[in-house]
């Protein structure tokens, strides 16, 4: 088993930035891939940014290229996505994942083993 809980959401303006934070625990050695994923009212939830075991093969849709980034702190367990650039259509529930299954890339949803809990990101214009 793998627990994953977030924090770091909140509410911020047009342009700015949030970091969002996911401590990791239980089976760490287990994980193939992690992502955060976000779903938005009345939306489905979608990927917004992976990244593999090894840290250094990520993945971002359209959306997020150039301006979420992914990283991993492995001395603290803590998986982070740092959002610059913030519009209104930002706003949604943001969720950590996580994925045990061998060859997975954690870019969709179809392959995650572990969810968090989610936090919620408001961006206002």
């Known amino acids: 088993q793998v627990q994953l809980v977030e924090s770091g959401g909140g509410s911020e303006q047009t342009g700015g930035s949030l970091r969002l934070s996911c401590a990791i625990s239980g089976y760490i050695d287990t994980i193939q891939c992690m992502g955060w994923f976000r779903q938005g009212p009345g939306k489905e939830r979608e990927g917004v940014a992976s990244i593999m075991s090894d840290g250094r093969s990520t993945y971002y849709p359209n959306s997020a290229k150039g301006r979420f980034t992914i990283s991993q702190d492995y001395a603290k367990n803590t998986l982070y996505l740092q959002m610059d650039s913030l519009t209104p259509e930002d706003t949604a529930v943001y969720y950590c994942?996580?994925?045990?299954?061998?060859?997975?890339?954690?870019?969709?949803?179809?392959?995650?083993?572990?969810w968090g809990q989610g936090t919620q990101v408001t961006v206002s214009s």
């Open positions: 994942a996580a994925s045990v299954s061998y060859g997975a890339t954690c870019r969709n949803s179809g392959r995650i083993n572990f």
